[in-house]
C-alpha cells in the first residue's frame, strides 16, 4: 500500500522560505509514468495546484507561483521536497502531496497545516 506523508514546520515567518518534504512508502518515487505533486488549500478556499516533480526528475510548476517554487527529491530516501520562497500570510493553507498515475490522483498524504504569520 502505497503512503505519503508530509513533514516541515507549521509556523514560517514572511518573506522566509518555507520547506515541506514528502515521504512516500510502498512504492518508489521513480518509478514510470508517475508525478508527485504539491497542492494546497488555503482556509475557506479551493485546492490550488503548485507543481510536481516526474518520475524522471523533470519538473512543472504552476505558472503563478513558479518564481518561488521549487520541487527536488532524494531518491535515496524515497522523498520529494517543496520550498516555496518569500512566503506571506496568503501562503497560509494546508498543503499536501499527491501521487498521480494515468491522470488518476490516487494517493494522498495527509496534509500539513502550514501558517505565515511573524
Known amino acids: 500500500q502505497v503512503q505519503l506523508q508530509e513533514s516541515g514546520p507549521g509556523l514560517v515567518k514572511p518573506s522566509q522560505t518555507l520547506s515541506l518534504t514528502c515521504t512516500v512508502s510502498?512504492?518508489?518515487?521513480?518509478?514510470?509514468?508517475?508525478?508527485w505533486n504539491w497542492i494546497r488549500q488555503p482556509p475557506g478556499k479551493g485546492l490550488e495546484w503548485i507543481g510536481y516533480?516526474?518520475?524522471?526528475?523533470?519538473?512543472y510548476y504552476s505558472p503563478s507561483l513558479k518564481s518561488r517554487t521549487s520541487i527536488s527529491r532524494d531518491t535515496s530516501k524515497n522523498q520529494f521536497t517543496l520550498q516555496l520562497s518569500s512566503v506571506t500570510p496568503e501562503d497560509t493553507a494546508v498543503y499536501y502531496c499527491v501521487r498521480v498515475g494515468g491522470g488518476v490522483w490516487d494517493y494522498w498524504g495527509q496534509g500539513t497545516q502550514v501558517t505565515v504569520s511573524s
Open positions: 510502498g512504492g518508489s518515487i521513480t518509478t514510470s509514468n508517475l508525478y
Open positions: 516533480i516526474a518520475y524522471s526528475g523533470s519538473t
